[in-house]
């Protein structure tokens, strides 16, 4: 028998022990992204701060109460949870937005400006033990991604990281002296649901030259609430999850092989939304279906991501 020194004794119980730790890490992790489902009485609150021009005057407070949002897994493997917000608004469900989760993902979509994703790639070193968050439109269009490393200490579960987007929904058609949200994305586990916090700066971007304009606080408070009254959001649901599935798996091969997308505001004078409500209504209706309603889909977004790269390809 070849001898075993007492070193390489230590050395292999530290690895085990170490790869004990990471699993232990890596299921906290999923657990405190997963604790984020379920059915929520959400309020939004949002107020701008500071501005750096002394000559602009902050907006006064806004907050929007008593809505009601179901938050799903909509897709799972071992290093990747989606999850769904649907939100119930006058007795009707509107798909919200959807949160990306991937482990040590090194590929993100970063946004420039005025409709404008690029892609970079971060060392593997850089992303260790890190949960990137794209997050997507409520037609799963691109908007925002970060990577960070979910922390659990002191009895808090949290995650913050950095990234730029376009103008949020409650300003983008009414706001043109700003064109770029620099945000600050802080989620947190709470006793009764989570929150997600955010400290941002209103930037115009030009020729490589950021100034900010103002500063924002958001603040959405999540509260667990009876799951008999999103009810309705999970009948809905299970009706319309596969057409999102097909969705999502036509994004992912356009985010997989664009190296940048230029997201198009209208195509032949008409939105993405209203183009993929009338796919999801036939879909619905099942006058679409299989591999004819993947191409469809597929020939939509390739519309409207105005993918030059794969063009040039062809």
Known sequence: MKHIS????ITFTTLAVSAQKGEDKLAQDKAAIKSMCGCQEVTFEYTETFPADTGYTPKGYHKIVD???YVTVAAEDPHRIVLQHLLIADSFVIKHWT???QYENQQLLTYAQDNQWKKITLPAAQVK????QKVYGVDDEPRYEG???WVHTDGRHYWEAASDAPLPRREYTTRKDYNVLHRVNHHEITTTGSIHEQD???????????????GEKGLNTYNRTGESRCQQ??????QHKSFWAVVRKGWDKIYGESSEINLQKKVNNEPLYKVMSALEEKAFRKELAGAELEKTIAATLQQFSHNTALSLQR
């Open 147 to 149: 990577s960070a490393t």
């Open 99 to 101: 949160e990306d989760w």
């Open 129 to 132: 033990g890190q949960w990137s």
């Open 233 to 238: 959001a999970k009948e809905w649901w299970e």
């Open 200 to 214: 941002n700066k209103k930037v115009v971007r030009a020729n490589g030259v950021d100034k900010v304009i103002v």
């Open 6 to 9: 007492i070193l390489t004794i």
């Open 67 to 69: 809505a009601i949002e």
